[in-house]
DNA sequence: AATTATAGTTACTTTTAGTAACTTAGAAGC
DNA sequence: GCTTCTAAGTTACTAAAAGTAACTATAATT
């Protein structure tokens, strides 16, 4: 029998999502499974919009996020850094000024996410199709 | 001046977020972009479980991932199925008997998503810190 | 003394998520 | 031949989250 680069690569993939199961049956029960957590506590379309425009800007400030990402609001802007920040995902950075002044940065975890987005976004931009529909 | 391995891989990523940038920015406003969909209208964590389990056991039927899913419930499966069927991730077969038999699994866009959904998951195992953490 | 600037907050409305009970249609048991 | 069972949902309702618009604080500037 001759295994061929395709079966290995198959039998990697089943090997992977085996070994992802076995890892987070018991922490999604708990409540403490972090792939969980950032889907469905962090991961909207306006996180996503922020962690692309700090990892491309690096550093900006409220009305600068603000300015970038069309459509949002001061307030849901506020609640996403809030969360991104209560994820090690985003770093808030205050000066003592007035008016205020607040820079807004990835912290390493994000960055590493930022990338791995990224990754996911090229590879959708190949590959989906249905996505491509305007849908609902 | 020496060009390191890391300068490279530095230099891959910047280039790549700003190719994501240029492709994606147009696509943004017409509401068009695969990634925010994806992310806004596809990807909570009920979808997320979907894909995962899909992924490992390949076909499932309606009460099968309804058991796999802790806490789903029928109509919440029922929105989380349609949605990933429109996008083409989700192929629904269903047989003509009674009492009915339906059943889900990934299509090959799917399949790949499923991949690098997984990819991404094991990267967060062994990366989020506070994410560890019970939040909201 | 009024105006401007930044980084938000507060009160309110609309949309989405979640819950619980109901539906459909034939097959099997009594 | 009447009741019970089953799978795969749906329907009507409530709770939670997203989205909108107006407001706030503080000091420097006009």
Known sequence: ???????NEEFTLKKNIKDYFIKTRPLLE?????????FSASMDKWSLFCIMNLGYYKVLRFNELKGNITGISARMLSVTLKKLERNDIVKRNVYAEVPPKVEYSLTPFGEGLAERLVGLGHWLLDNSTRLKEKNK
């Not at 708990?30 to 950032?38: E, K, R, V, Y």
């Open 1 to 7: 029998m001759v295994v061929t680069k395709a079966d």
């Open 30 to 38: 708990s409540g403490l499974c972090p792939t969980a957590q950032l």
